[in-house]
């Protein structure tokens, strides 16, 4: 990128408010992120990826997985956009269309999510989240 990237934390947060995506949606996105850390898949991406295109990327994937009318990767793009200290950020459409393609083809069209897998994710979230410091401090995620 030719322009400051924010934090993963923040662009997650921005996207999140910014496309106010619903709870399913988000834990599918969890379960695509984990299914490629667990098969060591983003040492092997043909092109490498940022983790901003492959949270955006693995977005994308469930919302379109789970709501054939969700939104067109051109407004996921406008979704991206944010302030970073005196600049913008932002991923460009092409970039967006290819790590969607990337994802998929990684989890080798492995889609499909079922009632379990989204249990084991938020077990999992729920764990991390009581063990992060913004917890233990009153702080709000």
Same mark, same amino acid.
């Given at each position: 990128?030719?322009?400051?990237?924010?934090?993963?934390?923040?662009?997650?947060?921005?996207?999140?408010?910014?496309? *106010?995506?619903?709870?399913?949606? !988000? +834990? @599918?996105?969890?379960?695509?992120?984990?299914? &490629?850390?667990?098969?060591? #898949?983003?040492?092997?991406?043909?092109?490498?990826?940022?983790?901003?295109?492959?949270?955006?990327?693995?977005?994308?994937?469930?919302?379109?997985?789970?709501?054939?009318?969700?939104?067109?990767?051109? *407004?996921?793009?406008?979704?991206? !956009? +944010? @302030?970073?200290?005196?600049?913008?950020?932002? &991923?460009?459409?092409?970039? #967006?269309?290819?790590?969607?393609?990337?994802?998929?083809?990684?989890?080798?069209?492995?889609?499909?999510?079922?009632?379990?897998?989204?249990?084991?994710?938020?077990?999992?979230?729920?764990?991390?989240? *009581?063990?992060?410091?913004?917890?233990?401090?009153?702080?709000?995620?």
């Amino acid at each position: 990128f030719d322009h400051e990237q924010p934090s993963l934390e923040d662009f997650i947060t921005h996207v999140m408010r910014e496309s *106010r995506t619903d709870f399913w949606v !988000l +834990m @599918s996105t969890l379960v695509y992120m984990s299914r &490629l850390i667990e098969s060591h #898949v983003p040492t092997e991406c043909p092109m490498p990826m940022t983790q901003h295109q492959l949270f955006l990327a693995a977005l994308i994937v469930a919302a379109k997985t789970l709501d054939d009318g969700a939104c067109q990767n051109g *407004r996921w793009c406008r979704v991206s !956009l +944010m @302030s970073v200290g005196n600049s913008w950020f932002w &991923l460009p459409q092409e970039e #967006v269309n290819s790590a969607e393609r990337q994802l998929i083809r990684l989890l080798e069209w492995h889609l499909l999510i079922r009632e379990d897998h989204i249990s084991f994710e938020l077990r999992n979230f729920q764990e991390k989240y *009581r063990e992060s410091p913004r917890h233990t401090r009153g702080l709000s995620p």
